[in-house]
């Protein structure tokens, strides 16, 4: 990742001054530092990924450089292709050439390319894909090794992954007939569409609920609807935000802790099986409990379990937090993305407001092609950022709900992040403004954005609002009249 410090020159110089670390061979007499350097290439070989820039160094066929896509490569076959880089494929704007790529590739290969970011203006270059700031470190490569043996062991060695990881649950401070649920979680032991499909019970996978393809135990306690409300009310209530987790590995890592507060996963298990029972209470035909009263249930007996171990739990209900007014002469852009993963498509919504916290102007935009939440998210901001520029503001106050494009963004010019060419543009865009400023602000401060963002579709792929909409008329004013005078 330092391919200019001392070292790395050194070690290029010695050993593959006329090639690349990936393609070189190892040498007679080599020594043993430089032999243990190539033991672990093929770790990084897994994880590396090309970030396209002008594309002029990136091969089509052999590099890895699409994320979130299989391999990394594309599925099109090489044979007979005319094009060989990635270069190839931007026209003279620097842009993707959809029409050429629609043409060369398969449609899945296709819809992967056009929502890769570009960043025209520099040299492509290798990032780590494991990790969101593309930046290797030890603990992700772990993982990755670990998340491909677990993937790759037969159903025998996962059965003793299990007896270990059922183990682990009679230490967890949450009710036994929890503990049972998540034994069965483990072993896909619920009754969900689509495992009853597989077992030729019935005779579609889809959700109920949200209408979603495939009702899956993953979907049902974290993907669904209603789990997103959950999930989102728990966030607003106790603080307690419930983490990205690897789709693979997601129960044993709640189980074990991994990637997880300590405090909060009573929290979460507990929560997890209050969703199954809300699932189960709609699928019986019984009057579901409102969210918020599952969501109280699950904290209040969490925080029982634990006050009974003599720890105080910090996931305690907080008050709810209000929308802030900017300072005298500066104008507020509340930022949201809206991300549809079944069909790889985003929306952007952005609000401006002034110091008295009066609607200035809110837009939306629908992308067709979309990488994953955290790029909606940095569009959004993006976004926001040429609204403001539109109305000639001087002082701009962004604000985002996404701490992981706050994270990025704090990482500055050298982030090799998936959305780094969209961080680079937000940055030319807040150079134009006499005052900036980007931080963080919790779902409940940012409804107004978050349902803008909602308003536009494929059929309707761009909003623009000079007067406040209906659809967030109450919003607007609820916000503006609870702010404390300053």
């Known amino acids: 990742m330092f391919p200019d410090s001392l070292c790395a020159r050194v070690l290029k110089g010695r050993y593959y001054n006329d090639s690349s670390f990936l393609t070189t061979t190892r040498k007679k007499h080599a020594s043993h530092t430089w032999r243990a350097i190539l033991a672990g290439r093929e770790v990084l070989t897994q994880g590396l990924i090309r970030r396209i820039g002008n594309g002029e160094t990136t ?100 059965s003793v992954s299990e007896n270990t990881d059922w183990n682990k649950l009679w230490k967890l401070k949450v009710p036994p007939k929890v503990k049972v649920f998540w034994w069965r979680v483990i072993n896909e032991f619920l009754p969900t569409r689509q495992i009853l499909h597989k077992k030729h019970i019935e005779p579609i996978a889809n959700c109920d609920l949200c209408g979603a393809d495939s009702e899956s ?83 209040d007996m969490a925080f029982d379990l634990q006050q009974a171990g003599s720890a105080p739990l910090s996931v305690k209900p907080q008050g709810t937090p209000l929308w802030q007014k900017p300072e005298a002469g500066w104008l507020k852009c509340n930022t949201d993305g809206a991300f549809y993963d079944r069909q790889w498509k985003g929306a952007s919504g952005a609000v401006l407001r002034d110091d008295n916290g009066a609607f200035i102007r809110a837009c939306a935009r629908w992308y067709d092609n979309c990488l994953d939440v955290l790029t909606s998210e940095a569009l959004a901001c993006r976004d926001g950022l040429q609204l403001a520029r539109h109305v000639n503001a001087s002082k701009v106050w962004l604000e985002t709900d996404s701490q992981e494009v706050l994270r990025l963004w704090e990482v500055g010019e050298n982030c090799r992040s998936t959305i780094g060419p969209i961080l680079e543009e937000i940055r030319v865009l807040s150079r134009g403004f006499e005052s900036f400023k980007f931080s963080y602000v919790t779902r409940s401060c940012n409804e107004v954005a978050h349902t803008i963002a909602k308003q536009v579709t494929g059929m309707t792929r761009l909003g623009w609002w000079s007067c406040v909409p209906a659809c967030v008329m109450n919003l607007v004013t609820r916000e503006c009249n609870s702010v404390p005078n300053e």
């Open 217 to 299: 135990i993953r979907h049902v306690l974290m993907e669904c609807s209603v789990a997103k409300s959950f999930w989102e009310y728990m966030k607003s209530t106790t603080g307690a935000k419930l983490p990205m987790l690897h789709p693979d590995s997601w129960a044993f890592d709640l189980i074990s802790c991994k990637g997880v507060a300590k405090q909060d996963q009573a929290v979460f298990l507990i929560g997890m099986y209050a969703l199954w029972m809300q699932r189960n209470r709609s699928k019986h035909g019984e009057p579901s409990r409102p969210i918020k009263f599952a969501v109280q249930w699950a904290v």
């Open 59 to 158: 091969l089509i066929w052999r590099d890895r450089w699409l994320p979130n896509h299989f391999s990394g490569q594309p599925l099109t076959p090489s044979e007979g292709q005319l094009v060989s880089r990635v270069g190839e494929l931007l026209s003279e704007n620097g842009q993707w050439d959809e029409a050429l790529i629609r043409q060369i590739f398969f449609p899945v290969d296709a819809e992967a390319i056009l929502r890769t970011p570009v960043r025209p203006n520099h040299e492509d270059f290798w990032a780590w894909e494991p990790e969101k700031f593309g930046m290797y470190s030890v603990k992700s490569a772990y993982r990755l090794l670990d998340t491909r043996r677990i993937n790759e062991s037969n159903l025998q060695a996962e």
